[in-house]
């Protein structure tokens, strides 16, 4: 079991940047995947970005580089950078681990006005 906190969300107008912070209740070193989704309203949840144990990063093709997904392993957070922001990037944000099992955090509101 692991508890997954997310931060960082907030209002911000379209062209700027927001950084969303992860924190976990324990060592996210066993996870073969942590990541972000989001979710829009009316819209069903999607991948925005994700990184694999070994390094490998993908992203959603809209927040291809706009968006950076980052580990700190000391801290056992996960962050979303996130620059150049556009009104179609508000969404409720989630921060996810995997391994046997996926776990969730309770997500963060993004909301981006033009």
């Known amino acids: 079991q692991v508890q997954l906190v997310e931060s960082g969300g907030g209002l911000v107008q379209a062209g700027g940047s927001l950084t969303l912070s992860c924190a976990a209740s324990?060592?996210?070193?066993?996870?073969?995947?942590m990541g972000w989704y989001r979710q829009a309203p009316g819209k069903q949840r999607e991948l925005v970005a994700a990184r694999t144990r070994g390094g490998d990063k993908n992203y959603a093709d809209s927040v291809k580089g706009r968006f950076t997904i980052s580990r700190d392993i000391a801290k056992d957070m996960v962050y979303l950078q996130m620059n150049s922001l556009k009104p179609e990037d508000t969404a409720v944000y989630y921060c996810?681990?995997?391994?046997?099992?996926?776990?969730w955090g309770q997500g963060t509101q993004v909301t981006v006005s033009s």
């Open positions: 996810t681990v995997a391994g046997e099992s996926m776990y």
């Open positions: 324990r060592s996210i070193l066993s996870f073969n995947v």
